[in-house]
């Protein structure tokens, strides 16, 4: 029994047409929404980025302004140093007057090689600051200053240098960095190296010109050396104790040490940090500082950044979803108003989906959608009707023909020889045949039988065209071959004289290709004549696959006086005989590549050792597996003759 309508739905309907409204809105809305956050937040960063690029670039300016100024000095010093050593006494004046002219540096120092300087085993004179004074102080390590790292990495880099951050308790007594500049002295086209000039500048100086930037409320700038220690931080906890690199080991953040290793490589970008750095979202910009070789980051809390366009998302939000609500409540009055109408037409509708078909549909009197559609009804309603009773027709007939072509097929492969082994009492031969329509029934063949006590004949043949037409021309022209053959023992007479009784009265223009041989399995002499068919292939008994030369002749069933020739091989004992039609070689895949005569030689040559049979049932397995999914275009047909010898062996 069919279900029943439901008669009542103008309110669903209402329902399900303003949600289908509404959500269609909303997700637009959303999708719009979406998009111009999305993209409002992209300009946000981009405009973030641009001006943190602008104010690292003008604070490393305003820090490395000084510093190149103070390299100039040094520099100088060294140049003059190298060319003429000066007395000490000058030597150290120069010194005092350095720092005396520069209120940026803390302590300068020579220190030279030992014996360099008058013949002396050491000399590192060492000035710096004590309060507005300028005062020469010992460095504390005068046996061993060749060993600092201010004094060994500029002698082995032969070039000037920032050293890392250090606290020097010895010197100046607090945490400072060293520009050093080595003594080279050039004679005799050989340099020798003869101490180094340096500038010590406070970090104390530094810390306060980067604790001047600021991006934001919260935002804060930070300063690291080559190494990654932290020079400059808000937090005092990290200044020379923490780097950034143990902040990411600590934290096991490969994050950080990424953007930690492109900070030390001198690179300038902008990147998403880790939430742990600030317990929340918050996004670094970083710069090169090329005087020293340190990286200045200013750190910029994410809620900040969108701390307005999350406002706006939020008021566009609210004025969203009121307007959201008046729609729906529009929506749903015009959807009321307008299934009303439908309810008697749906009653009606119900009837007819419970088969009662000569039910009238209550056509409306009005020319709007409504009236349309009841009219559309009544029209569908009555050529339903029709159209029922012609399917009902042609659903008869389409399973009368389906049976009929059951039983064509039965009737077509009824016609060819299914019993193997056919011959059971002669052990000269081993025969096996396969054949495989494209449709139901189809127009290739194969037959086999004895003509004279000693002598078989077969033969293969493909009808051009398929279905019906082919299969009774097949079954005609295998008719004629067995009668025929009764009466003639040589294959071109066969030949000839079946395509003289195929051209007869021959209008559909029907044609057979055919192989056709008669085997001596007394002397293993096969005698054969060829109708435009594909040549047979040949295993000999060690495996060896070719190809059977075969003489030219017309296809049947077009000439009538078409000449066929006969020919002559010897089989040897073991050596098989397969012929086939070209459903084999022309065979396709879903990629349209044909099987083709290679494959089949390769697939003949891998099964050169089986049975008749069982080399039938390969050549079958190999067509399919090539073909795969692709739908079967032509029939196929195999046929293996194995010969023994008159005595089996």
């Given at each position: 029994?069919?279900?029943?309508?439901?008669?009542?739905?103008?309110?669903?309907?209402?329902?399900?047409?303003?949600?289908?409204?509404?959500?269609?809105?909303?997700?637009?809305?959303?999708?719009?929404?979406?998009?111009?956050?999305?993209?409002?937040?992209?300009?946000?960063?981009?405009?973030?980025?641009?001006?943190?690029?602008?104010?690292?670039?003008?604070?490393?300016?305003?820090?490395?302004?000084?510093?190149?100024?103070?390299?100039?000095?040094?520099?100088?010093?060294?140049?003059?140093?190298?060319?003429?050593?000066?007395?000490?006494?000058?030597?150290?004046?120069?010194?005092?007057?350095?720092?005396?002219?520069?209120?940026?540096?803390?302590?300068?120092?020579?220190?030279?090689?030992?014996?360099?300087?008058?013949?002396?085993?050491?000399?590192?004179?060492?000035?710096?600051?004590?309060?507005?004074?300028?005062?020469?102080?010992?460095?504390?390590?005068?046996?061993?200053?060749?060993?600092?790292?201010?004094?060994?990495?500029?002698?082995?880099?032969?070039?000037?240098?920032?050293?890392?951050?250090?606290?020097?308790?010895?010197?100046?007594?607090?945490?400072?960095?060293?520009?050093?500049?080595?003594?080279?002295?050039?004679?005799?086209?050989?340099?020798?190296?003869?101490?180094?000039?340096?500038?010590?500048?406070?970090?104390?100086w530094l810390r306060r010109q980067v604790a001047k930037i600021s991006l934001y409320h919260s935002g804060y700038a930070f300063l690291i050396s080559r190494g990654g220690t932290y020079v400059s931080?808000?937090?005092?906890?990290?200044?020379?104790?923490?780097?950034?690199?143990?902040?990411?080991?600590?934290?096991?953040?490969?994050?950080?040490?990424?953007?930690?290793?492109?900070?030390?490589?001198?690179?300038?970008?902008?990147?998403?940090?880790?939430?742990?750095?600030?317990?929340?979202?918050?996004?670094?910009?970083?710069?090169?500082?090329?005087?020293?070789?340190?990286?200045?980051?200013?750190?910029?809390?994410?809620?900040?950044?969108?701390?307005?366009?999350?406002?706006?998302?939020?008021?566009?939000?609210?004025?969203?979803?009121?307007?959201?609500?008046?729609?729906?409540?529009?929506?749903?009055?015009?959807?009321?108003?307008?299934?009303?109408?439908?309810?008697?037409?749906?009653?009606?509708?119900?009837?007819?989906?419970?088969?009662?078909?000569?039910?009238?549909?209550?056509?409306?009197?009005?020319?709007?959608?409504?009236?349309?559609?009841?009219?559309?009804?009544?029209?569908?309603?009555?050529?339903?009707?029709?159209?029922?009773?012609?399917?009902?027709?042609?659903?008869?007939?389409?399973?009368?023909?389906?049976?009929?072509?059951?039983?064509?097929?039965?009737?077509?492969?009824?016609?060819?020889?299914?019993?193997?082994?056919?011959?059971?009492?002669?052990?000269?031969?081993?025969?096996?045949?396969?054949?495989?329509?494209?449709?139901?029934?189809?127009?290739?063949?194969?037959?086999?039988?004895?003509?004279?006590?000693?002598?078989?004949?077969?033969?293969?043949?493909?009808?051009?065209?398929?279905?019906?037409?082919?299969?009774?021309?097949?079954?005609?022209?295998?008719?004629?071959?067995?009668?025929?053959?009764?009466?003639?023992?040589?294959?071109?007479?066969?030949?000839?004289?079946?395509?003289?009784?195929?051209?007869?009265?021959?209008?559909?223009?029907?044609?057979?290709?055919?192989?056709?041989?008669?085997?001596?399995?007394?002397?293993?002499?096969?005698?054969?004549?060829?109708?435009?068919?594909?040549?047979?292939?040949?295993?000999?008994?060690?495996?060896?696959?070719?190809?059977?030369?075969?003489?030219?002749?017309?296809?049947?069933?077009?000439?009538?006086?078409?000449?066929?020739?006969?020919?002559?091989?010897?089989?040897?004992?073991?050596?098989?005989?397969?012929?086939?039609?070209?459903?084999?070689?022309?065979?396709?895949?879903?990629?349209?590549?044909?099987?083709?005569?290679?494959?089949?030689?390769?697939?003949?040559?891998?099964?050169?050792?089986?049975s008749p049979q069982a080399l039938d049932e390969a050549i079958m397995q190999a067509v399919n597996t090539f073909a795969g999914e692709a739908e079967q275009a032509d029939?196929?047909?195999?046929?293996?003759?194995?010969?023994?010898?008159?005595?089996?062996?």
């Amino acid at each position: 029994m069919s279900p029943s309508l439901d008669v009542r739905p103008s309110r669903g309907l209402a329902f399900r047409l303003a949600f289908c409204i509404l959500t269609s809105a909303t997700l637009i809305f959303t999708a719009a929404f979406a998009y111009y956050y999305r993209s409002s937040k992209d300009m946000i960063l981009a405009g973030v980025r641009e001006n943190a690029k602008n104010l690292l670039r003008g604070a490393v300016y305003r820090i490395e302004a000084p510093l190149s100024g103070i390299e100039r000095i040094p520099l100088f010093l060294a140049r003059s140093l190298g060319r003429e050593l000066p007395p000490a006494e000058v030597l150290e004046q120069s010194l005092n007057d350095f720092l005396g002219t520069n209120p940026d540096v803390f302590g300068t120092a020579a220190a030279f090689e030992p014996g360099a300087f008058a013949g002396l085993p050491r000399f590192a004179p060492y000035y710096c600051r004590r309060g507005d004074a300028v005062v020469r102080v010992p460095l504390g390590y005068e046996d061993y200053y060749e060993l600092e790292n201010w004094y060994l990495i500029p002698k082995q880099l032969g070039r000037p240098v920032w050293s890392e951050p250090y606290f020097d308790e010895a010197g100046g007594d607090i945490v400072m960095t060293t520009y050093s500049v080595p003594i080279m002295r050039a004679e005799n086209d050989k340099t020798t190296f003869l101490g180094v000039v340096t500038a010590d500048v406070s970090l104390d100086w530094l810390r306060r010109q980067v604790a001047k930037i600021s991006l934001y409320h919260s935002g804060y700038a930070f300063l690291i050396s080559r190494g990654g220690t932290y020079v400059s931080h808000p937090d005092n906890r990290f200044l020379m104790r923490e780097s950034i690199f143990s902040l990411a080991e600590a934290s096991r953040s490969p994050q950080l040490r990424t953007i930690g290793r492109r900070m030390i490589q001198g690179e300038e970008g902008f990147a998403r940090l880790p939430d742990f750095i600030l317990g929340k979202p918050a996004w670094l910009a970083f710069a090169p500082m090329p005087v020293t070789g340190w990286s200045m980051g200013v750190i910029v809390p994410e809620d900040e950044l969108f701390a307005d366009l999350r406002k706006l998302g939020r008021e566009v939000a609210i004025l969203g979803g009121a307007g959201f609500t008046v729609l729906l409540l529009v929506i749903a009055f015009i959807a009321a108003t307008i299934t009303r109408p439908l309810s008697r037409l749906a009653a009606t509708a119900s009837q007819i989906a419970r088969g009662n078909l000569d039910t009238p549909v209550p056509v409306g009197s009005g020319s709007d959608e409504v009236g349309a559609l009841s009219r559309s009804f009544e029209q569908m309603r009555l050529a339903l009707r029709d159209y029922i009773a012609d399917l009902t027709a042609t659903t008869k007939a389409k399973e009368r023909l389906e049976s009929e072509l059951k039983i064509a097929r039965n009737i077509q492969m009824s016609f060819l020889p299914k019993k193997f082994p056919p011959f059971p009492d002669i052990d000269a031969f081993s025969l096996h045949a396969d054949l495989v329509p494209a449709w139901e029934v189809g127009g290739d063949l194969y037959d086999f039988f004895l003509i004279s006590p000693g002598r078989l004949l077969v033969l293969v043949g493909d009808v051009s065209g398929k279905g019906v037409p082919a299969a009774l021309f097949m079954a005609v022209t295998k008719t004629l071959v067995k009668g025929i053959a009764e009466q003639e023992s040589d294959p071109a007479v066969i030949l000839t004289k079946v395509n003289r009784e195929l051209c007869v009265d021959n209008e559909s223009m029907l044609f057979v290709t055919m192989f056709l041989g008669i085997l001596d399995f007394a002397t293993g002499e096969l005698t054969f004549s060829n109708a435009g068919h594909n040549p047979p292939a040949r295993i000999a008994p060690d495996g060896t696959v070719s190809w059977l030369a075969l003489p030219r002749g017309l296809f049947l069933g077009v000439m009538e006086d078409s000449v066929y020739r006969t020919a002559t091989v010897t089989l040897a004992p073991g050596e098989k005989l397969v012929a086939f039609t070209d459903g084999v070689t022309e065979a396709m895949n879903p990629g349209l590549e044909l099987f083709g005569t290679t494959r089949l030689h390769d697939t003949l040559a891998q099964a050169a050792a089986l049975s008749p049979q069982a080399l039938d049932e390969a050549i079958m397995q190999a067509v399919n597996t090539f073909a795969g999914e692709a739908e079967q275009a032509d029939d196929i047909t195999v046929l293996t003759l194995l010969y023994h010898h008159a005595d089996g062996a």
